[in-house]
C-alpha cells in the first residue's frame, strides 16, 4: 500500500478528488446564493398576471393540408405545455387565396403577438419580405429557400425564421409525368 501511496498516479488522483471537491462546494454556494432570486422568478411565474404567450397562425387559403398543419402545431404546443386560453393566445387568420395581401404577415409584425407561425409557401414568402421584428416559424412550404427563407438551408437570415420545408421528391414526380406523358402520346 505504501508503494501506491508515494506513485504518480496516487497524487494524481489526490489532485483529482481535491479539485472535483473545489468544484462541488463553489457550485453549492452559488445555488445557495441564487436561492431567493429563483424562488422569486418562480413566484412570479406562477402568479395569476404572468403575461402569456400570444401567438398567430397565418394561412394561405383554406385546405385539407393546411388544417392538417394547423391542428399539428396545436397539439405540438400543447403536448410542450402551452394550453390556449390558460397560457397562451391563438390569433390567426387566412388570407382567403388573396395574391395582393401578404398574408397578414406585416399586420402582426407590428401587433403584440410573440411569434407568427405561417403555412405555404405564399405566406412564408410575405413573411420574409415584411417581417423584421417578430420571430417566424414555418411548416408546410415546399421550398424554403426559394420563399425568401435564406441562401441555404441553416444560414443566418435577418429575421429569425425557422420551421420544417417539405421537399419534394421532385426528380420521381418528373419522370412520373415523362413515363404518363409517352403512355398518353398516339
Known amino acids: 500500500m505504501r508503494a501506491f501511496a508515494e506513485s504518480p498516479v496516487w497524487s494524481v488522483l489526490k489532485r483529482l478528488t481535491m479539485g472535483l471537491a473545489l468544484i462541488a462546494l463553489l457550485s453549492s454556494i452559488l445555488l445557495v446564493s441564487d436561492l431567493t432570486h429563483r424562488r422569486t422568478a418562480s413566484a412570479a411565474n406562477a402568479g395569476a398576471g404572468a403575461r402569456k404567450f400570444k401567438a398567430a397562425i397565418v394561412y394561405y387559403a383554406h385546405s385539407v393540408s393546411n388544417e392538417y398543419c394547423v391542428n399539428g402545431l396545436l397539439d405540438g404546443l400543447k403536448a410542450n405545455g402551452l394550453e390556449e386560453g ?3 393566445k391563438l390569433c390567426g387568420g387566412c ?6 395581401h401578404p398574408c397578414h ?3 402582426y409584425d407590428s401587433s403584440d403577438v410573440d411569434l407568427i407561425m405561417t403555412i405555404s409557401t ?22 424554403p429557400i426559394a420563399a425568401g427563407r435564406g441562401e441555404e438551408p441553416y444560414g443566418p437570415f435577418a429575421i429569425a425564421v425557422t420551421g ?3 421537399f419534394p421528391p421532385v426528380s420521381h414526380m418528373l419522370d412520373f409525368m ?5 403512355d398518353c402520346a398516339p
Open 178 to 182: 415523362q413515363k404518363l406523358c409517352r
Open 105 to 107: 404577415s406585416s399586420d
Open 164 to 166: 420544417v420545408g417539405s
Open 95 to 100: 388570407a382567403r387565396g388573396n395574391d395582393q
Open 86 to 88: 390558460k397560457n397562451w
Open 122 to 143: 405564399p405566406c412564408l414568402a410575405g413573411a420574409c419580405s415584411n417581417v423584421k421584428h417578430k420571430k417566424v416559424v414555418f411548416t408546410c412550404v415546399s421550398d
